[in-house]
């Protein structure tokens, strides 16, 4: 089993819809939360980080972390064609190296 | 401007060549790391370096080897060892090495790497 799943999609939208993006993990010792968008032939760009459980917001992305079900969950509101990308959770524990999950590919279609 | 810079672009190798990857940054950052994205796949951990003229093994290591001679740079080479090199390399930089708050982990635009 993967130290962290994530479904590889693709998930494909209409414009203006709300999107859900997922991942579980089995490591209790993580902490810190990521999400990071990847547009097609380009590095990783970090969207946003959380510390523990809870939500964290910024514009139309909130970032949502249930660390009793060992769930992560990132939610895009009003979604645009140009949120079509991949989108990589990540996550690590204090002091160790960080993992990444397999990325979903998301299509919004205008 | 702050930022990661890899060079070059896309990359074209033939077998049994030893091909270098270019990682600079100008952000002031202690750690470097390079990864490796296939298809399906997350990123692998090749190599990390928390500071100058140190670096361990990621998960990945076999047929690559690195060097950190300057803080701002972090080369990779992909030695005629590594048995399936084709791929999408990414080097990272973070302020430190050991994960925590404010320590994520910045990225460069990548790598492609094919094997002819």
């Known amino acids: 089993q993967k130290e962290v799943e994530q479904d590889p999609g693709p998930l494909s939208v209409p414009e203006g819809a709300i999107v859900s993006l997922n991942c579980t993990y089995s490591n209790s010792a993580f902490q810190y939360f990521m999400w990071y968008r990847q547009y097609s032939r380009k590095g990783p760009e970090l969207l946003m980080y959380t510390y523990s459980s809870g939500n964290k917001e910024d514009g139309r992305f909130t970032a949502q972390v249930d660390k009793s079900s060992k769930y992560i969950s990132l939610f895009i509101r009003d979604s645009q064609p140009s949120d079509s990308a991949t989108y990589l959770c990540?996550?690590?524990?204090?002091?160790?190296?960080?993992?990444f999950g397999a990325g979903t590919r998301l299509f919004v279609k205008a | 401007d702050g930022g990661i810079t890899q060079s070059p672009k896309y990359l074209f190798r033939k077998e049994g060549q030893n091909v270098t990857l270019s990682c600079e940054q100008n952000l002031n950052h202690d750690a470097m790391y390079w990864y490796r994205q296939d298809p399906g796949q997350g990123l692998r951990l090749i190599y990390y370096?928390?500071?100058?003229?140190?670096?361990q093994k990621g998960d990945i290591a076999e047929g690559y080897s690195v060097s950190r001679e300057k803080k701002e740079s972090f080369p990779l080479t992909v030695t005629s060892a590594q048995k399936n090199p084709t791929a999408f390399y990414l080097c990272?930089?973070?302020?430190?090495?050991?994960?925590?708050?404010?320590?994520?982990?910045?990225f460069g635009p990548g790598t492609r790497l094919t094997v002819l």
């Open positions: 990540a996550m690590s524990a204090e002091g160790f190296k960080t993992i």
């Open positions: 370096s928390q500071i100058v003229n140190d670096f």
């Open positions: 990272a930089s973070s302020i430190a090495g050991r994960t925590g708050p404010y320590n994520e982990q910045f």
